[in-house]
C-alpha cells in the first residue's frame, strides 16, 4: 500500500467504533504454541481487556503465515489486520483507545524504553531457550512447531525455523552466549523489572498501561509454562513483588471477566493458573 | 599492576575519535570510567585480536569483541562508571540501553549502509579511502552486506520491503526513540545527575555519528539538530572528554571545503577514464592481431612464401 | 558397382540428401551404357544386411527394434518405404541429430544376386548440451541455464536440468525419461522441480517444490498417464491488502496425489486442427499416500472438429471437473478450478469468474465450460501456403460456469446448480498460429449473462496459449 493510502485508510479505521465481532488469531493452543508466541498473544489479550475492548480467540495452525508481519498474534478487526503489540496500541489509539495518556513526557519515555527493554531481553531469551539450547529444542519446541504437518514438512518447516532463529541470534550477538549466561540476562532483565515496579500495584501510578500488558503477558507465561528445566521459572519466582503483580492481574482481568460473562464466549488462551 | 589493556577501534574522523557506533561507544565509557587503555585505531579489522572491532585485549581473559562484554571486563576491572547509580537507575539504564538497539540502531544501519545515496557518496567513500589496499575493494561491500543481513534479521523480515515504506517505519521509530531521551535527559548535563555513566555511553555512541558524519539524505540529522538539549549532550562529551579529536575536526573540514568534493575525486576520475579507455583499446588491438584479422607482413617473408610458391607448382606439374 | 536408378510411382519424395539414394552411389556413367536404364521397380529382392554406423555410446540391441522391420521389405520401393520409416522412427528417439540412409547392393561371399545393404549412417548428439537464454518480464528479469544430457547411458534416456534465476524469484526443474527399448512411447519419467507462481486475480503467491514420476503407455487406440506426484506448496499473500479470505490459506501444505490421463487423439494438429477428435479425462486421487490433504478430482476435455464449407472448420469443445473433499477438511485454493479469460470463457477477465471475497477469486469446486467456433482462412487470401496460411479468423460462442458445491446434496442438485447462473459470451477474431505449439488471439468479445462479482473484459481482448476452449 502507498504511503497516502496507509494514511487514508487509519484515517477510516479511527472513524469506525471497536466492532463486536473482533477476532485474535494465535498458534494452536494445545499442541502447537510455543513459549514466546504464547507470551506476546497474552500481552495482546491482556492490552485488550485493559481497555475493554472485546475480542475473541481463533487458533490456526497457519497463523504464524496469515500475519502479515509474519508474527503472531495479529488481530483481524473490520476489515483490518494488525500484527504484534506495538501496532495494535497504535492502532486502539487511533480509534481513541488508550492506556497511557495519563502519563508525561518522562514517564512516557521510561514506558518505551521497559517495553523495549521486555523485546530485547526477555522475548530474546525465550527465543534463545527455545530454539538455540538443543535439549529443549529437541524435545519441546520442534515437535510442538511442526505438529499440524505430515511428513516430511514438519521436519523441514521446524528445522527452517530454527536456522532462521539461530541466524538471528547470532545477528545480534546473542550466539556466543551460553545458557547459563541466557539465564543470567533474565535474571537482570527481571531485577529491574521489579526496581521499577518497587511496591506499586502497576508500573506508572495506579493505572495499568501497555508495559502492564507486557510483562504480564511474559511473565505468565515463563510461570505457567513447563520446560525441560525450571530454572527459567525460578528467575521469575525469587522476585516476589512481580509474583505478586501477575497475580493480581490474573485476578482482575481475567478471572473476574470470565466469571462476569455468562457465555464465556471470550476464550482465552491460558494453560494452568498460578494458584 | 596488570599489563594495561589494549583496545583495538576503527580510526576516528569528522571530529569523531571512531566513526563506528561501537567503537565510540566503548571509547566514552573507558574515558568515564577512567580506565588506563592504549588504544590503535586501525582501519584493517583483520589485525584486531578477535577478527572485529571494537576488541578488547587483555591479559588474562583473552579478547573480546562486543560492547557490553567488554563494557562488564572494564567494570571487573574496577572501572566502573556506573558506582554511584541507584538500583533504579541500573534498571533504567538497561530499558534505554534496550530502546537505542531496538529503535535508533535500525534506522542507523539504514541510513549508513542501505539508503543507496548515503552509502555510495559517504560511506563506502570513507571506508574505500582508508582500508589498506587491496583490503579497500573487498571490504565495504563484505560490511555492507553484514549490515543488511543484520538488519533485515532484526526486522524478522524474509525480504526487505520496497524501499520507501521500510524507510519510513525505521525513521518514524527512530526520530521517537531520539525524542523519549531527549524528554528524559531534559535540561540536565548527563542522564543521572553531574557525571556521566554507561548510558551516557551508549547514547553518545549512537547520536555522535549522526551529529558530524554530513550524509546527504539527512532526515535522522535534521531531526537531532531539532533536538538542542541531546545535540548539546553529544557536543559537550567531545569537548571534555575528546578534546583533541574535536579539535582536528574543524582543519579537515575546512581542507575539504576549500578543495571542493568534486576536485578531491577528479584527477583520479580522469585518470580512471583515460586508463579504461587505453585498457579497451589494447584489448581490441590484441584480440585483432592475434585472430588474424589484422596482420603485419615483413618484406622479408614475402619473399619466402613465392619461393614456396614456386615450388609448390613443380611438384604438381610432376605429378600430372 | 552397380547404378541405383529408380523411378518411382510412390508419392515418397526422392529428393534430396533425406531419402533413398545416396548420391556417392552415383558413379559416373559410362557412355555406352548411358542409353539402357534399368527399371528396378518391381523387381524382387532380399534385404541381407541392415547396419547402422556412427554408433558411439548407443547401445546396438536399442536401436535393433526400430530397424527390424526393414528386412521384411520384398521389392526396392518396399525397401525404400520401410527405410524412410525406420530413418523417421530413430529420429523420434531424440538421440541423433542426423540420419542418412544408404542403399546398396550386397557384396561378399554371402551377397545374393538380388541383394542389397541397407545402411544407416547417424550422426549422434553431442554428451552434453547447455542453453542460455534471458528473459525479461513485468518488472523482473531472468537467467535461464539449461544442461541437457541426451542418451546418457546409451539406451535413449534423457536426463534436463533447468535452471532459472531471477530478479524476484529462482526455479529449478531436474528431469529423467526413461523409454523403454522397442517401445518408444511407453516410458517412464521422474522430474524434480521448484516453481514459483504469483496469481494476481486472487493475490496469490504460490511456490511448488515437487517431486513426481510418471509412466506413459499407449493401449490400443488410447495413451495413458500414471503419474504421482508430491508437493510441498506454500501459499502467501501477494499483497499487503488481500482479502481474508486468502488470507487464511497462507502457509505450507503437502499434497501427494496418484492420477491417471487417459487420452484419445485422433486430429491432425494440436494448434488449429481441420479434423478429428480430442477426448481427455483425467482423475486425481490426494491423500491416501501421504500429505495432509485430502480430495478426488475429476476433470475432462472433449474437442471436436469437422470441415466445412469452403475450406472453414467448426469446432466444438466442452470442459468439465469437479472436485471432492475427502476428510472434511475443505479444499485449498490452490486445487480449485478457475474459469474465464482469454483462453477459456472469453470476454471475461484472466480467472475472474465464479466465488470471489473482496476481490479477489477464489476458485470453485465445479465447473463446465464450453465452446463453439467457426474457424476460416482469412478472406481474400492469394496465394496458398504463404504467411497468411498462419491466420485464421474465427467466430465463437463461449459458456460455463463455475461455482461450489454442497455436498450434502445428491447429483441431481450439483447439476441444477451447475445449470443456474450461466455465464456466455460471443464474439469473432483473428487466430495466429505460432508453430505447433501455441496460438495467439485477437478477439472482439461481447459477455452475457455476467453475475455479480465476474470481471468482465468487454470489446477486444488478446490472448496467447496453448490450450484454448
Known sequence: MSL?????????????????????????????????????????????????????????????????????????????VVSELGPIVQFTRAKGHSLSDGLDDVQRAEMKAYMELVNNMLLTAELYIQWCDENTAAEITRPRYSSPYSWPLNHILAYQKQWEVRRKMNAIGWAGKSLEQVYEDVSQCCQALSQRLGTQPFFFNKQPTELDALVFGHLFTILTTRLTTDELSEKVKSYSNLLSFCRRIEQTYFESQDRDSQSGASDYSKGPSLM | MAAPMELYCWKGDYGLPSVDVDCLTVLAYAKFAGAPLKVHKITNPWRSPTGTLPALKTSEEGSLSQPSKIIIQLRKQKYNADYDLSAKEGADTLAFVSLLEEKLLPALIYTQWVDAKNYVDVTRRWYAEHTPFPLN???????????????????????????????????????????????????????????????????????????????????????????????????????????????????????????????????????????????????????????????????????????????????????? | MGMVHARSMDPVPMHGRDLGVHPDDLEVVEAQQETKKEVLENKDIVVQHVSIEGLGRTKEDYLGYEIADVFNAKNLIDVMKKSHEARMKLLRLGIFKEVQVLIDISEGDDALPNGLDVTFEVAEMKRVTGSYNTMVGNNEGSMVLGVKLPNMFGRGEKLTFQFSYGTKETSYGLSFFKPQPGYYERNLALNLYKVTGQFPWSSLKETDRGVSTELNFPLWMTDHTLKWEGVWRELSCLARSASFAVREESGHTLKSALSHTMTIDTRNSAILPRKGALLRINQELAGYTGGDTSFLKEDFELQLNKPFLWGSVLSASLWGGMIFPIGGQPVSIADRFYLGGPTSVR????????????????????????????????????????????????????????????????PHAHLQKLAECIRWSYGAGIILRLGNIARLELNYCIPMGVQSGDRICDGVQFGAGIRFL
Open chain 3, 347 to 410: 470476454g471475461f477477465g484472466m480467472y475472474c469468474i465464479g466465488p470471489q471475497s473482496e476481490g479477489d477469486y477464489l476458485g470453485g469446486d465445479a465447473y463446465w465450460a464450453g465452446g463453439l467456433h467457426l474457424y476460416t482462412p482469412l478472406p481474400f487470401r492469394t496465394t496458398r501456403g504463404g504467411f497468411a496460411d498462419l491466420f485464421r479468423t474465427h467466430f465463437f460462442l463461449n459458456a460455463g460456469n463455475l461455482c461450489n458445491l454442497n455436498y450434502g446434496e445428491g
Open chain 1, 4 to 80: 497516502a493510502a496507509e494514511a487514508f485508510v487509519s484515517q477510516i479505521a479511527a472513524a469506525e467504533p471497536w466492532p463486536e465481532n473482533a477476532m485474535l488469531y494465535q498458534p494452536l493452543r494445545e499442541d502447537q504454541i510455543l513459549l514466546s508466541d504464547c507470551a506476546s498473544s497474552l500481552a495482546v489479550q491482556a492490552y485488550l481487556r485493559m481497555l475493554g475492548l472485546p475480542v475473541r480467540v481463533h487458533c490456526r495452525a497457519n497463523a504464524e503465515y496469515m500475519s502479515p508481519s509474519g508474527k503472531v498474534p495479529f488481530i483481524h478487526v473490520g476489515n483490518q
Open chain 2, 137 to 320: 575493494f573487498l571490504l565495504p561491500n563484505r560490511i555492507h552486506s553484514r549490515q543488511i543481513e543484520r538488519l533485515r534479521l532484526i526486522r524478522g523480515d524474509a525480504i526487505l520491503e520496497p524501499e520507501e515504506q521500510l524507510e519510513k517505519e525505521l525513521y518514524q521509530d527512530a526520530l521517537e526513540c531520539m525524542t523519549l531521551l531527549s524528554q528524559r535527559l531534559g535540561s540536565h548535563k548527563f542522564f543521572f545527575g553531574d557525571s556521566p555513566s554507561s548510558l551516557d555511553a551508549y547514547v553518545f555512541g549512537h547520536l555522535a555519528p549522526l551529529l558530524k558524519i554530513k550524509l546527504p539524505n539527512a532526515k535522522l540529522q535534521q531531526h537531532l539538530n531539532s533536538l538542542e538539549n541531546l545535540q548539546q549532550f553529544c557536543t559537550n562529551i567531545l569537548l571534555l572528554y575528546f578534546p583533541s579529536d574535536s579539535r582536528e575536526a574543524p582543519s579537515r573540514k575546512s581542507a575539504v571545503h576549500s578543495d571542493g568534493s568534486d576536485f578531491d575525486n577528479e584527477p583520479h576520475k580522469r585518470r580512471n577514464q583515460i586508463l579504461s579507455v587505453l585498457f579497451a583499446v589494447a584489448a581490441m588491438l590484441g584480440y585483432a592481431f592475434l585472430s588474424g584479422i589484422v596482420t603485419i607482413q615483413s618484406s622479408r617473408s614475402q619473399l619466402d612464401e613465392r619461393r614456396h610458391d614456386d615450388e609448390d607448382e613443380v611438384e604438381e606439374a610432376e605429378e600430372e
